[in-house]
Protein backbone atom coordinates (compact mmCIF):
# COMPACT_ATOMS: atom_id res chain seq x y z
CA UNK A 1 0.00 0.00 0.00
CA UNK A 2 1.77 2.88 -1.00
CA UNK A 3 0.53 6.64 0.47
CA UNK A 4 1.70 9.96 -0.76
CA UNK A 5 0.59 13.04 0.96
CA UNK A 6 -0.87 15.89 -1.71
CA UNK A 7 0.32 19.02 0.97
CA UNK A 8 2.27 18.98 4.28
CA UNK A 9 -0.13 18.72 7.48
CA UNK A 10 2.37 17.67 10.06
CA UNK A 11 2.95 14.54 11.73
CA UNK A 12 0.05 12.53 10.76
CA UNK A 13 -1.06 9.45 12.63
CA UNK A 14 -2.09 6.56 10.66
CA UNK A 15 -3.31 3.33 11.03
CA UNK A 16 -5.15 0.17 9.92
CA UNK A 17 -8.30 -1.54 11.15
CA UNK A 18 -10.00 -4.24 10.90
CA UNK A 19 -13.39 -4.21 12.28
CA UNK A 20 -12.57 -2.52 15.69
CA UNK A 21 -8.90 -4.46 15.75
CA UNK A 22 -5.81 -2.12 15.04
CA UNK A 23 -3.65 -3.54 13.11
CA UNK A 24 -1.35 -1.29 12.11
CA UNK A 25 -0.28 1.92 13.34
CA UNK A 26 2.60 4.55 12.84
CA UNK A 27 3.28 8.52 12.76
CA UNK A 28 5.04 10.09 9.41
CA UNK A 29 5.71 13.52 8.82
CA UNK A 30 3.49 13.96 5.79
CA UNK A 31 6.26 16.90 4.37
CA UNK A 32 8.42 14.02 3.60
CA UNK A 33 9.22 13.09 0.19
CA UNK A 34 9.27 9.38 0.57
CA UNK A 35 5.72 9.06 1.99
CA UNK A 36 4.58 6.31 3.09
CA UNK A 37 4.77 2.14 2.26
CA UNK A 38 2.97 -0.59 3.94
CA UNK A 39 3.76 -4.37 3.47
CA UNK A 40 0.02 -5.90 3.35
CA UNK A 41 1.12 -9.05 2.32
CA UNK A 42 0.49 -11.01 5.48
CA UNK A 43 -2.73 -9.40 6.27
CA UNK A 44 -5.76 -11.94 4.95
CA UNK A 45 -7.99 -10.60 2.85
CA UNK A 46 -10.81 -8.50 3.25
CA UNK A 47 -12.09 -4.78 4.06
CA UNK A 48 -9.88 -2.95 6.10
CA UNK A 49 -10.53 1.20 6.85
CA UNK A 50 -7.62 3.22 7.11
CA UNK A 51 -7.27 6.49 9.18
CA UNK A 52 -4.94 9.59 9.07
CA UNK A 53 -5.46 11.84 12.18
CA UNK A 54 -3.04 15.54 11.52
CA UNK A 55 -1.64 17.17 14.43
CA UNK A 56 -4.93 19.17 15.34
CA UNK A 57 -6.66 16.24 15.52
CA UNK A 58 -8.28 16.01 12.04
CA UNK A 59 -9.63 13.00 10.87
CA UNK A 60 -9.87 11.56 7.28
CA UNK A 61 -10.45 8.10 6.56
CA UNK A 62 -10.89 5.54 3.62
CA UNK A 63 -11.77 1.99 2.84
CA UNK A 64 -9.69 -0.24 0.62
CA UNK A 65 -9.93 -4.35 -0.20
CA UNK A 66 -7.64 -6.56 0.20
CA UNK A 67 -7.96 -9.51 -2.40
CA UNK A 68 -5.60 -12.27 -1.67
Do not use: H, W
Amino acid sequence: LDIRFNENIGNVNVNIQQGNCVIYQNVVNSGSNSGLNIDISSMPAGTYKINFTDSEGVSYYAYFVKRR
